[in-house]
């Protein structure tokens, strides 16, 4: 007669033996260390921080302004110096830090033409080869809905702006790709 196989699964410690196999069932232990998924949450806590935000929420637009003018430094950086890996990833940096804080300071349209922009100089290679007109186009954009105070796309022009960057965008990745992969 053979032995049994033994096959460890989690569980709740168990043993489970046959003819072939045998089953056992380690005792899952992380939910005794961690706590369940929203146990610690503490409601309280949450309107505080909620309230706090709300009153900091007066100097957002300023907050805002800064974080676009060192986006506009980078690209100054860049017409001044070329595009280079530094300058390139400052560029990137500024505008993922405005892609983060969009939605914070109430301009969710800035996170989504950020992300646009983000996109297109997803990797180093990409920062060293995106259309500057393009780069210029987003920029231009996000300083216009600070301006303009375009917050979302509920603002007709503000999604159609958006919505047109982020085809371009597409277009243009597509275009690089098809372009890397001809022999």
């Known amino acids: 007669m053979s032995n049994p196989e033994r096959v460890f699964a989690p569980g709740s410690g168990a043993v489970s033996t046959n003819s072939q196999s045998e089953v056992i069932q380690v005792p899952n232990t992380l939910r005794l260390k961690v706590g369940s998924r929203f146990g610690g949450l503490n409601a309280g806590a949450v309107a505080k921080a909620e309230a706090a935000l709300k009153s900091l929420s007066s100097q957002f637009s300023q907050w805002l302004r800064d974080e676009l003018d060192k986006l506009e430094a980078a690209r100054a950086a860049i017409h001044a110096q070329g595009l280079t890996k530094e300058t390139g990833d400052k560029l990137y940096t500024h505008a993922h ?5 969009g939605g914070t300071y109430e301009f969710p349209i800035i996170t989504r033409m950020a992300g646009s922009l983000c996109k297109l100089l997803e990797s180093p290679e990409a920062r060293l080869t995106a259309p500057m007109k393009l780069v210029d ?3 231009d954009a996000i300083r216009a809905s600070v301006r303009d105070d375009v ?5 007709t022009m503000g999604r159609i702006l958006a919505q047109e960057l982020e085809r371009q965008v597409t277009a243009y990745i597509a275009a690089e790709k098809a372009s890397s992969t001809r022999p």
């Open 97 to 101: 830090d405005l892609k983060g804080l």
């Open 137 to 139: 186009a987003h920029i």
């Open 151 to 155: 917050r979302d796309d509920t603002n």
